[in-house]
């Protein structure tokens, strides 16, 4: 007999405070004995049928008292048994000292996954939360492949048969952070029936543009250092030196064991095959999904600081979505910090209880934007109801390479600033601003460049200073101190799609290159990720363009060793674009600036209401 069946046949006819008094002793004395909550029932290691034979496994947590309950669904390749603490242990650290009381108040973080939902805070609220190993990862046998086609058909099976289990409501949602918000956009796109209602928190939604090349530079760093090695190797089925099991004391990357080249041979090599697909081809094509195929309730919740990987995701999945019920929250802070916080947990309640419960609780009432406005030591919430906002005043600021300002009118007089490709570069700034001026939303530069090679990559950084001329930063998603926003483009890949472009969102459809003449001028559209930060009177903003990747000198930014980074965190994270030829890219650039050459920078100014 359960013990709420017993307390119960115990209880009736005592209060109701008396019954939860008892229920939270009986939960203390499961916790000391290694048990479950009094008020939840673990289903461990259950098989979902796919449809061509293979099973998935998966951990079911679901509320003891019977019923038919609304769940909350998370599939990756990260180990559905592989407790948060020992993921990232850095990262832990730093959530914990964010929210110390995470793992205390109704959380034992035993059940704690990264960057998926946690079953003690969910259950309780009448959830059914289930974590399931994607194909070749964990308990789950199989070629492992993320961000696939194949994971997004698993996906769409999984969703479904959670929805018609016999505990199920038949609502199905979507919650959770990276992986777990990428591949909500690839499964949603694919409409599967029992889906109600996704929430991908920063998670990028294009495979090529956001995650693999930015503006056609390949980013090598993040995914072969330290996401696809020591996370997701480590969890592949039959891996012996997989993690253990705290539940079981086994082994969590499953019962068999596969030598180095069976395990090799049951993998993509994801690193080595991205780098070989850097145009947007079919393959770069299969792995970005069709957002416009979604439809379902969607709240689509972005980080400022997320550069080089989800901000990006957040807006344009938002924009791009065919959803009639859809708001974006764009928030601040570290990757893990808001995510799991009281307010974020509630919002997120918020969300499935009117779309998963059917609860009538305002959510649809509320304003479809929802961002932070940040400044220098601080932030605003505001509520908006459209992205990019209605009255944006889309102002040019022209460079002028003479003396590296940026201004609103163009120079009359025809400017070079030229610079060695792989050093610091050449910086543009606008003067003090006479009063406080916001700039929200995405941004373009306009550039006339030439290279004395046959290609040229761009890195474009915003920073902000003040009066004193120290620099404005921002806690990052990964980075403690990132600057504004970041913005790349390899010259190479200039050509724009006219149809999908925007003056302020420029597309590139990345599928020729087209080689430089060195010397001859050419025009490039750079997109630089959206942003948001009111710069006080006297404070000024910079545009730094560079041929490598922004970083600031270590002994002037306390350089941080981020999760288990091999790099010190210097302004762009991990998110960095090593291997790059210098005698290919190492060369003279230049920018020229004025008369009709008009070099400028798109921003989005918001004037007030």
């Known amino acids: 007999m359960s013990h709420i069946a017993s307390i119960s046949r115990f209880g009736r006819g005592i209060s109701a405070f008396t019954v939860v008094t008892l229920l939270l002793a009986v939960n203390a004395r499961a916790q000391e004995k290694n048990s479950p909550p009094a008020y939840m029932r673990i289903d461990k290691d259950v098989d979902v049928p796919m449809r061509d034979g293979l099973a998935l496994k998966a951990n079911v947590y679901r509320p003891s008292a019977p019923g038919k309950y609304p769940v909350i669904l998370a599939l990756s390749a990260y180990g559905k048994d592989n407790p948060a603490a020992g993921y990232f242990p850095q990262a832990f650290k730093e959530e914990l000292s964010y929210y110390p009381d995470l793992c205390r108040n109704g959380s034992s973080c035993k059940y704690l996954r990264h960057e998926a939902a946690d079953p003690e805070r969910w259950v309780p609220k009448g959830y059914i939360i289930i974590h399931v190993d994607t194909r070749g990862a964990g308990k789950s046998p199989g070629y492992l492949d993320p961000w696939s086609p194949q994971e997004a058909r698993d996906y769409y099976d999984t969703i479904e048969w959670a929805g018609a289990q016999p505990w199920s409501s038949g609502k199905v949602g979507l919650l959770g952070i990276s992986y777990y918000?990428?591949?909500?956009?690839?499964?949603?796109?694919?409409?599967?029936?029992?889906?109600?209602?996704?929430?991908?928190?920063?998670?990028?939604?294009?495979?090529?543009?956001?995650?693999?090349?930015?503006?056609?530079?390949?980013?090598?760093?993040?995914?072969?250092?330290?996401?696809?090695?020591?996370?997701?190797?480590?969890?592949?089925?039959?891996?012996?030196?997989?993690?253990?099991?705290?539940?079981?004391?086994?082994?969590?990357?499953?019962?068999?064991?596969?030598?180095?080249?069976?395990?090799?041979?049951?993998?993509?090599?994801?690193?080595?095959?991205?780098?070989?697909?850097?145009?947007?081809?079919?393959?770069?094509?299969?792995?970005?999904?069709?957002?416009?195929?979604?439809?379902?309730?969607?709240?689509?919740?972005?980080?400022?600081?997320?550069?080089?990987?989800?901000?990006?995701?957040?807006?344009e999945g938002f924009m791009l979505a065919s959803s009639r019920e859809k708001w974006l929250i764009m928030h601040t802070g570290a990757h893990f910090e808001k995510y799991y916080m009281p307010e974020s947990l509630a919002l997120q309640m918020r969300f499935f209880?009117?779309?998963?419960?059917?609860?009538?609780?305002?959510?649809?009432?509320?304003?479809?934007?929802?961002?932070?406005?940040?400044?220098?030591?601080?932030?605003?919430?505001?509520?908006?109801?459209?992205?990019?906002?209605?009255?944006?005043?889309?102002?040019?600021?022209?460079?002028?390479?003479?003396?590296?300002?940026?201004?609103?009118?163009?120079?009359?007089?025809?400017?070079?600033?030229?610079?060695?490709?792989?050093?610091?570069?050449?910086?543009?700034?606008?003067?003090?601003?006479?009063?406080?001026?916001?700039?929200?939303?995405?941004?373009?530069?306009?550039?006339?460049?030439?290279?004395?090679?046959?290609?040229?990559?761009?890195?474009?950084?915003?920073?902000?200073?003040?009066?004193?001329?120290?620099?404005?930063?921002?806690?990052?998603?990964?980075?403690?101190?990132?600057?504004v926003t970041q913005g790349w483009l390899r010259v190479s890949h200039r050509k724009l799609d006219p149809q999908r472009s925007r003056p302020y969102r420029p597309w590139h459809p990345h599928d020729e290159i087209q080689k430089l003449t060195p010397g001859e001028l050419y025009p490039v559209e750079v997109e630089i990720w959206p942003t948001s930060m009111v710069f006080p009177k006297g404070y000024?903003?910079?545009?730094?363009?560079?041929?490598?990747?922004?970083?600031?000198?270590?002994?002037?930014?306390?350089?941080?060793?981020?999760?288990?980074?091999?790099?010190?965190?210097?302004?762009?994270?991990?998110?960095?674009?090593?291997?790059?030829?210098?005698?290919?890219?190492?060369?003279?650039?230049?920018?020229?600036t004025g008369g009709q050459h008009d070099s400028y920078l798109l921003l989005p100014v918001i004037p007030e209401k």
């Open 181 to 315: 918000a990428m591949t909500q956009w690839m499964v949603a796109a694919l409409q599967p029936p029992h889906l109600a209602a996704m929430l991908p928190w920063e998670g990028s939604e294009d495979f090529y543009r956001e995650w693999m090349f930015h503006g056609g530079i390949f980013t090598n760093i993040m995914l072969e250092k330290i996401v696809w090695g020591p996370a997701i190797v480590r969890t592949q089925h039959g891996n012996p030196d997989g993690y253990t099991d705290p539940d079981t004391g086994e082994r969590g990357s499953g019962p068999i064991t596969l030598s180095r080249e069976l395990l090799e041979g049951n993998r993509i090599d994801l690193p080595g095959e991205a780098a070989k697909h850097f145009l947007d081809d079919e393959w770069m094509r299969a792995r970005r999904p069709d957002v416009s195929r979604i439809t379902v309730p969607l709240l689509s919740a972005g980080n400022w600081g997320g550069l080089a990987q989800h901000l990006r995701g957040n807006t």
């Open 540 to 592: 000024h903003l910079s545009l730094v363009l560079q041929g490598k990747d922004f970083e600031r000198p270590i002994d002037a930014s306390g350089a941080y060793m981020g999760m288990n980074s091999p790099v010190a965190y210097r302004g762009s994270g991990a998110f960095l674009h090593t291997g790059r030829d210098p005698v290919e890219f190492g060369g003279t650039n230049r920018i020229i």
């Open 353 to 483: 209880d009117h779309y998963l419960k059917g609860l009538n609780n305002g959510w649809d009432k509320e304003p479809r934007i929802q961002i932070a406005i940040r400044r220098p030591g601080g932030e605003t919430l505001r509520k908006e109801n459209e992205w990019p906002i209605a009255r944006t005043q889309w102002t040019k600021f022209y460079l002028n390479a003479q003396d590296k300002t940026l201004a609103t009118q163009n120079p009359a007089a025809e400017n070079t600033a030229s610079y060695q490709a792989l050093t610091d570069g050449v910086t543009f700034s606008t003067a003090p601003f006479d009063k406080d001026t916001e700039i929200t939303g995405p941004i373009a530069a306009h550039l006339w460049v030439s290279s004395s090679t046959a290609d040229m990559d761009i890195f474009a950084t915003l920073q902000a200073f003040g009066p004193d001329g120290k620099e404005v930063t921002f806690r990052g998603a990964n980075d403690p101190a990132v600057p």
